[in-house]
């Protein structure tokens, strides 16, 4: 079952997609996940627009491009651009791991930012350029759309020439905003009791320069 990673990879990226946001929160949108008997395919089935249409572009990307992935920076070196201080709240928690599998190799590293009336979490994830990887962690990078609401709005939009997708809660105001660099690192941020200017703020104080520069 050589594919079951990336099988697994996808599913889980549907599931966190689902869970986060405003159209992922609909009550309809259900996540499907089928494999043949050998492990060689999957397909993943989201009732949503959207997240059908990202599901399809991710699940494109298994027949393009380099499965492999090239080296990628040490989790040690992702948590130095996490601060200390983010939005004048202290980090709470930081962790990271460096991970492979079958030519698959992954570095992440995470941080918590909070006081008792709001938080922020940073995620920097680098897939050294595997395009399935890539379709996994940012299924939005392909895709154009932007819908809005009295409860609040997502969409996909273009941050310092990154693509990126963002989505805020006006009820609860709480939001995500991701950003896709190089190819290769997904930036993501996620606030509760937070405003939308503020997790935009919080993104232009972390140096991603190091990560835009990274080969």
Not at 46 to 75: C, T
Not at 103 to 120: F, P
Not at 166 to 173: L, R
Request: proline share 1%; aromatic share 6%; hydrophobic share 40%.
């Amino acid at each position: 079952m050589k594919n079951t990673w990336l099988y697994l990879l996808l599913l889980s990226s549907a599931l966190i997609w689902q869970s986060c946001g405003g159209a992922s929160r609909q009550k309809d949108s259900v996540v499907t996940v089928e494999s043949d008997s050998e492990g060689g395919s999957a397909s993943v089935t989201l009732e949503s627009n959207e997240l059908e249409k990202a599901a399809r572009e991710a699940l494109s990307q298994l027949g393009k491009g380099d499965l492999k992935s090239g080296e990628v920076m040490d989790y040690k070196a992702l948590q130095a651009i996490l601060p200390d201080k983010l939005l004048g709240m202290p980090r709470t928690s930081i962790d990271g791991q460096k991970s492979g599998f079958q030519g698959i190799n992954m570095s992440t590293a995470s941080a918590v930012y909070e006081t008792a009336a709001r938080s922020v979490r940073v995620n920097l994830v680098d897939g050294g350029g595997s395009s399935i990887t890539i379709a996994g962690l940012a299924m939005w990078a392909n895709m154009d759309f932007e819908r809005e609401s009295d409860d609040g709005y997502e969409r996909t939009t273009v941050i310092d020439g990154h693509k990126a997708f963002e989505s805020y809660n006006k009820k609860e105001q709480s939001g995500q905003l991701n950003l896709l660099i190089n190819n290769r690192f997904v930036v993501s941020l996620e606030g509760e009791s937070i405003t939308a200017k503020d997790l935009r703020q919080a993104m232009e104080a972390l140096d991603l320069k190091k990560l835009a520069k990274a080969k």
